[in-house]
Nanobody, 118 residues
């Protein structure tokens, strides 16, 4: 079984919605934050949204008001509700598990493709 499993990616028309889900193994401990990064072809990976263990959220400016992150700390899951999707949102989305100890101790999902096109 994978330590980090993502689902919910797919293809949608502009204005549509998708919900990404990520489940981290419940054996992963000391999680500081969970969130989502994305990387489009030819572009650098960027943080989309994250939620810390105390409930603080952070969003990229480009997705504020459209995306909503939610985390269930007890289940080690995090979701990303994406509304009003636009072609610029097309990317591979990666679930990220931040343990507060630097990237060496972080976990990454394998990525799920989100494609927004007509």
């Amino acid at each position: 079984a994978q330590l980090v499993e993502e689902s919910g990616g797919g293809s949608v028309q502009p204005g549509g919605s998708l919900r990404l889900s990520c489940a981290a193994s419940r054996s992963i401990y000391s999680i500081h934050a969970m969130g989502w990064y994305r990387q489009a072809p030819g572009k650098q990976r960027e943080l989309v949204a994250s939620e810390t263990n105390d409930g603080n959220t952070n969003y990229a400016d480009s997705v504020k008001g459209r995306f909503t992150i939610s985390r269930d700390k007890a289940r080690n899951t995090v979701n990303l509700q994406m509304n009003s999707l636009q072609p610029e949102d097309t990317a591979v989305y990666y679930c990220h598990i931040d343990r507060g100890w630097g990237q060496r101790f972080a976990y990454w999902g394998q990525g799920t493709q989100v494609t927004v096109s007509s």
